[in-house]
C-alpha cells in the first residue's frame, strides 16, 4: 500500500478502561451510575519531567515519571441519578506535572496569632508523634521535607508526594504519599505511586475515600455511598482497620473488591518504562 493507513482512534474512556483492567465497564455495570467521563490527557514531554525534577530539586520514581509519560495527569468523574437528578459522585484525579506544586508553609500573613503558619502547626504536633515510636516518620512543613500536592480532593484534604530528610542542595529521593486532612493532620497511605493508583481505582473514586486511612474515618454519608457501589470494598477496610485504627490493618489495602471483580490492575503493564514496550 502506497499510503499508510490510520489507526483506530481510541477515545480517554478506552485508554483509561484498559489501564485499570475494567473499572470503567465494571462503573458502567452497576444501577444507577451515568456519564462517566475521563478527560483526555496527551502525554507530558520528557523534558517537563526533567526539567520539575531539576527546578524542585526531586528525583521522581520511575513508576511516577512513567506515569506522566503515559499520560499528563488524570481526571475521571461518574455521575449518578438522585431525585431525577444527575449528581456527579465519583472523582479519580491526579494532578499534572505543571501542577505538581509545592505546599508553601507560610503566607504574607502567616506566623501571626491569629493566622498561625503551617509550620507553626508542625511544631505543635511534634509532641504528638514523639508518642507513638512505631509510627511512620510524619512529613514537615519546613525544610525537613518537600511536599508536593498530587490530588487536591475537592477541598476535603490533599493528597501529597513526600520526600523527606532533605537537605538543601541535594536532590531528594525516597519519595511517600500521604494524606493532610482538613485538621492538616498527616495520615500515611503508602510508599509507591503504582500502589496509590491501585487504592484509588478500589474505591472507585468514591467521596473521602482516603478518610478510611485515618483516625478520622468516613463520614455517614460516606458509608452510604460505599454501601450502594462498594460495599465489599468497604467491609474490607473496616476489616482491615482494626478496632484501634487504621494502624491496626494486617492486610493490603488493595485487596480486590469482591463487588468489583474485574477491577485488576498488573503495575508492570500500566506504569513501565518506553524501552519495555515492543
Known sequence: MSEKEELPKVSPKEVFDRLTFGVVKSLEKKKGVFDIHVEERKPAERHLVVSWEQKHSCILPEDVKNFYLTMNGLLMTWKIKFDEVLMRLGRM???????????????????????????????????EEDEDDTAPVKPHF???SRIFELDPCEGTGKVCLVFKNTKPGVPAQGMEIWFLDRALRWNFLTDSFTHYFRMMIMHLGLPQWQYVFTDI?????????????????????MQDRGPEGPDQRETDPCTPDPSVPTNKLDPARVFKGKKDQK
Do not use: V
Open 142 to 144: 519546613d525544610s525537613r
Open 217 to 237: 474515618g468516613l463520614s455517614q454519608q460516606a458509608k452510604q455511598w460505599f454501601n450502594m457501589y462498594a460495599p465489599g470494598r468497604l467491609a474490607l477496610d
Open 93 to 127: 484525579e491526579i494532578n499534572s506535572i505543571s501542577e505538581l506544586k509545592k505546599l508553601n508553609s507560610t503566607s504574607p500573613t502567616a506566623g501571626t496569632s491569629n493566622n498561625p503558619s503551617l509550620a507553626d502547626i508542625d511544631s505543635d504536633s511534634e509532641t
